[in-house]
């Protein structure tokens, strides 16, 4: 891997593939880029493909204290190295880093987000802050297992999900990146969509789902992940609406290709 110094001297891990126009690839919650990698010689055909790992991620270092404007200034590192501009496609959370890096002003062309995980009422909300709570107080006491335990429930995960994760060889993984839960809480806010500030943003958006609900988060109220793409849609000025029919929330990596490289090549 690669590794560019962000601006508060933070080390990014990130590879590099294809050639043409640059397109920066924004993991979600508890992803250290591998979640994206399977995109990445789906898009090399026709783009300079950039998949990176979020500072405390993988090979990328950390520097407390962590705020979004740090990973921001990630992103705004990587586009540098990317010639100075770049498309950006975020997927869940990371769809949300994704559209607060373009509001920033960062030189970003177009934006493509998948299933970002905004909450469209006030109930919803109401839980996310008391999952925010609980969250900070086991990272605090440094409860990594329980930490991933309040995100997986709060993803819909059903008990037996979260028992066979727990006996998975993949579960220690899981606990080293339990703290970047946090990270994604943070580029979420409140949980509700920033309507405002998306308001703002001038570049083209798409902003698409799946078609078919996920096994793994059926705790979900059922259209969870439209209503939050609804809600971003009609905030954004030059937003696409789009719905990929058979995918769930980790799409067939093709398929997204396809939608991906037609948006970008507008």
Not at 64 to 79: C, F, K, S, T
Not at 168 to 197: I, K, M, N, Q
Request: proline share 5%; net charge negative; glycine share 12%.
């Amino acid at each position: 891997m690669d590794h560019v110094r962000s601006q508060d001297g933070t080390s990014i891990a990130y590879e590099r593939s294809g050639s043409g126009p640059a397109v920066i690839l924004v993991g979600g919650g508890l992803d250290d880029g591998a979640e994206n990698a399977a995109l990445v010689p789906e898009l090399a055909g026709r783009f300079t493909v950039y998949n990176y790992a979020r500072r405390g991620r993988g090979g990328s270092g950390d520097t407390p204290p962590y705020a979004v404007r740090r990973e921001i200034e990630d992103l705004d590192a990587l586009i540098g190295e990317a010639g100075g501009s770049a498309h950006l496609f975020g997927a869940s959370s990371g769809g949300a880093l994704a559209l607060e890096a373009a509001i920033a002003g960062l030189a970003v062309d177009r934006i493509a987000v998948y299933e970002v995980p905004y909450l469209s009422d006030e109930e919803a909300a109401q839980h996310w802050a008391e999952y925010v709570d609980q969250l900070t107080a086991a990272l605090a006491d440094d409860r990594r297992a329980d930490a991933l335990e309040l995100f997986m429930r709060l993803a819909g995960s059903a008990d037996e999900d979260i028992a066979g994760a727990r006996g998975s060889s993949f579960w220690s993984g899981l606990e080293a990146l339990a703290p970047t839960l946090a990270y994604d809480a943070a580029c979420l806010g409140d949980g509700r969509p920033p309507a405002a500030r998306l308001a703002t943003l001038a570049r083209p958006v798409l902003v698409a789902t799946g078609g078919t609900p996920d096994p793994h988060t059926k705790g979900l109220r059922p259209g969870f992940f439209d209503e939050a793409a609804d809600a971003i849609a009609a905030a954004v000025p030059h937003a696409e609406r789009r719905i990929i029919e058979g995918q769930t929330h980790v799409a067939d990596p093709a398929v997204l290709a396809s939608v991906l490289e037609r948006f970008f090549t507008r």
